[in-house]
Nanobody, 123 residues
Framework: VQLQASGGGLVQAGGSLRLSCATS????????MGWFRQAPGKEREFVAA????????DYADSVKGRFTISRDNAKNTVHLQMNSLEPEDTAVYYC?????????????????WGQGTQVTVSS
């Protein structure tokens, strides 16, 4: 399974970005997907996750109400819509894929990781 993240960039506070993660591999719609992020000098943290079927999702408290995770199983792609961005959202964002239907917020449950895309929010 290969993951290719895209959509990062520089945006002003209050703005929006949409990240995408294209994947390869079979049984795509049985695999849970997630987004994590890592800011300079900080540990990687959970952002959002979505069930393989797309029926349910989970978010970190810090992004609830601002970020939305979705997936297009026909295109083997997962998205992260980020609205009302804050400087604290600045980080490298990673998409991840799990062999589990819904791995949730635990990074150890994800089996494959993308290369990351930089998101920078200026104040």
């Amino acid at each position: 399974v290969q993951l290719q993240a895209s959509g990062g960039g520089l945006v002003q506070a209050g703005g929006s970005l949409r990240l995408s993660c294209a994947t390869s591999g079979r049984a795509w719609n049985s695999r849970g997907m997630g987004w994590f992020r890592q800011a300079p000098g900080k540990e990687r943290e959970f952002v959002a996750a979505i069930r393989g079927s797309g029926g349910s999702s989970d978010y970190a408290d810090s992004v609830k109400g601002r970020f939305t995770i979705s997936r297009d199983n026909a295109k083997n792609t997962v998205h992260l819509q980020m609205n009302s961005l804050e400087p604290e959202d600045t980080a490298v964002y990673y998409c991840a894929c799990s062999e589990l239907e819904f791995p949730g917020k635990w990074a150890s449950r994800y089996d494959y990781w993308g290369q990351g895309t930089q998101v920078t929010v200026s104040s």
